[in-house]
């Protein structure tokens, strides 16, 4: 990706104490480290709950489009939606930066 000046960055918001599950997929996100992946730590206050209506999963492709996961009312992944609504997008980018600047790279928090 870095070839074609895309930048790539996976932003992850994690709780302490960290489940198994989370534990577990911290070690798959240090292999993607190691191979080049950006990967940003933002650690969250324990009484918040997540996924909730303004800290939820995205995938913002680019300007054009983002897929938003859907939890359902069982907070388990549902699926998803695509959308290119500009104002859902940029709304998408302000969240990203605002997160991106309380993150810290994977490697200084673990």
Not at 34 to 49: Q, Y
Request: glycine fraction near 8%; proline fraction near 4%; aromatic fraction near 10%.
């Amino acid at each position: 990706m870095r070839s074609r000046g895309i930048e790539y960055s996976r932003i992850r918001l994690v709780q302490e104490p960290l489940t198994a599950y989370l534990d577990y997929e911290l070690m798959a996100y240090r292999i993607r480290a190691n191979l080049g992946e950006v990967i940003e730590v933002v650690r969250c206050g324990t009484t918040l709950s997540l996924p909730n209506e303004d800290l939820f999963d995205f995938l913002l492709f680019d300007r054009h489009t983002a897929l938003i996961h859907d939890y359902g009312d069982a907070g388990l992944q549902a699926g998803g939606w695509l959308t290119h609504d500009p104002e859902v997008l940029s709304s998408l980018e302000i969240r990203a930066t605002e997160l991106r600047q309380a993150a810290v790279p994977l490697g200084e928090w673990c």
